[in-house]
Nanobody, 114 residues
Framework: QVRLVESGGGLVQPGSSLRLSCTLS????????MAWYRQASGKQRELVAS???????NYADAVKGRFTISRDNAKNTVYLQMNGLKPEDTAVYFC????????WGQGTQVTVPS
């Protein structure tokens, strides 16, 4: 069974850092272009960052220069390093393929109080 599990969220102060992890089971993450998404309360889910199988990355304007997506195919895991966190980064963070071909995991909550 293919499953995505996100972890690493928490409650942090503005300006702090967090590293989120997304581990895939039941398949090989190396064959997929992967992405991180987030959904704030009352808002639609949005794309935050993506990484191709070759390691090329793209970022939403809101996180460019602060967030870094990376992948470790040996660990079947994709990461999101988040620096300089702001209150507007508060959301549940999810990972999936860039074409959203897998069932969503439970996500991981990131809270940055104002």
């Amino acid at each position: 069974q293919v499953r995505l599990v996100e972890s690493g969220g928490g409650l942090v102060q503005p300006g702090s850092s967090l590293r989120l992890s997304c581990t895939l089971s039941g398949s090989f993450i190396s064959i997929y272009a992967m992405a991180w998404y987030r959904q704030a309360s009352g808002k639609q889910r949005e794309l935050v960052a993506s990484i191709t199988t070759g390691g090329s990355t793209n970022y939403a304007d809101a996180v460019k220069g602060r967030f870094t997506i990376s992948r470790d195919n040996a660990k079947n895991t994709v990461y999101l390093q988040m620096n300089g966190l702001k209150p507007e980064d508060t959301a549940v963070y999810f990972c999936n393929t860039v074409d959203i071909r897998m069932y969503w995991g439970q996500g991981t909550q990131v809270t940055v109080p104002s």
